[in-house]
């Protein structure tokens, strides 16, 4: 394993079935329990895990933001919101591609990317 590296992240959850059941569907991760308040992620580029807990991750109360990235922008946000995700901020261009903000069942805020048309 690589020194000083960005190698894990913790997220919360108020529902660890609910938000394993999107994030399976939308992104086909894969989930490991950890008893029953911890979930690990597989298969989501970082390794990392949801724990319970009743507050919520969001860049405006100081959470660092959690950017995807997606060839295919327009189906993820569809995918997004057939799924019980919460549209944030619409697509949307920036310098280098374009983005949007979701909410996912328990509220914490991601991102997903990709590349300028």
């Avoid at 919360?12 to 308040?37: I, T």
């Avoid at 991750?57 to 946000?77: D, K, M």
């Avoid at 919460?86 to 991102?111: K, M, S």
């Amino acid at each position: 394993m690589e020194s000083n590296k960005i190698n894990y992240v913790e997220l919360p959850a108020r529902d660890l079935a609910l938000n394993k059941a999107f994030f399976s569907h939308v992104f086909g991760w894969g989930f490991k329990d950890y008893g029953p308040e911890y979930a690990a992620f597989e298969n989501a580029g970082l390794d990392g895990g949801f724990f319970q807990a009743n507050f919520c991750s969001r860049p405006q109360n100081g959470a660092a933001l959690i950017i995807l990235y997606s060839n295919e922008l327009e189906v993820v946000f569809e995918k997004v919101q057939a799924a019980g995700g919460t549209i944030e901020q619409v697509i949307f261009d920036f310098p280098g591609g374009r983005r949007f903000h979701f909410l996912d069942p328990c509220g914490n805020e991601w991102a997903v990317w990709s590349e300028p048309v």
